[in-house]
């Protein structure tokens, strides 16, 4: 009965390759978004998604491009791996409007070798 | 400027009262956060605070706000091992629920 799960927990890849996290949430929420913390703990937000629509899109590169297949879904697609993608990647899902918490994924620990 | 800054490492006994302070950036801000994040999962939710507010308890949780400032502070009573993680705080700003994080202080509680 988990909240919000992505998968996998750990993913180590070669540079280059291309990969897929995957999230899903079971809260019935309207917005999920994609975090990146790094080696330092920082959280940058990458993503968030309303109603299949990209709301909010920070200055990251194009090979990272988020999917939603439906309301309960958004899976982060990156390509062509570089070693500074390393880091941990947090899926987070709200409910419309201001006084709505983020509830977040445990995580996915991406290595790129 | 955009960055929501936090002192990165707290040391504590347990026992003691913890005090971790956060300075964020936009007086617009509609809501202030405190996550905890233990090792190796996401970020909980531990309690917020609205604008409009100065003080805010829960249980052994205390948040003050000072808007003046931008001064946002969490404190715990009586600290416990099991409180050993980061914390982060957070500010959503008005308009489209744009959550900014803190940079996180590490709290460690010596036994």
């Known amino acids: 009965d988990t909240a919000v799960s992505q998968t996998p927990k750990y993913l180590v890849t070669q540079m280059g390759n291309d990969k897929s996290i995957k999230c899903e949430q079971n809260?019935?929420?309207?917005?999920m978004y994609w975090y990146k913390q790094d080696s330092k703990k920082f959280l940058k937000i990458m993503f968030s998604y309303n109603n299949k629509e990209l709301i909010i899109n920070e200055t990251v590169p194009n090979r990272f491009s988020p999917k939603s297949p439906d309301k309960a879904h958004l899976n982060l697609h990156i390509n062509s791996l570089e070693l500074g993608d390393s880091a941990v990647y947090f899926c987070?899902?709200?409910?419309?409007?201001?006084?709505?918490?983020?509830?977040f994924g445990n995580g996915t620990r991406l290595t790129v070798t | 400027g955009e960055d929501v800054e936090q002192s990165l490492f707290l040391s504590v006994r347990e026992g003691d009262s913890s005090v971790i302070n956060c300075t964020y950036t936009?007086?617009?801000?509609?809501?202030l956060y405190w996550y905890k994040q233990e090792p190796g999962a996401g970020l909980q939710l531990l309690t917020y605070?609205?604008?409009?507010?100065d003080m805010k308890q829960d249980q052994r949780l205390t948040v003050l706000l000072n808007k003046k400032d931008k001064h946002l502070s969490l404190r715990i009573a009586d600290t416990q091992t099991g409180d050993s993680a980061i914390y982060f705080c957070a500010e959503v700003r008005p308009g489209y629920q744009k959550v900014t994080f803190g940079t996180g202080t590490k709290l460690q509680v010596i036994p």
């Open positions: 936009d007086s617009s801000s509609t809501y």
């Open positions: 987070a899902s709200s409910q419309e409007g201001n006084n709505s918490p983020l509830h």
């Open positions: 809260l019935g929420h309207d917005t």
């Open positions: 605070i609205f604008s409009n507010m």
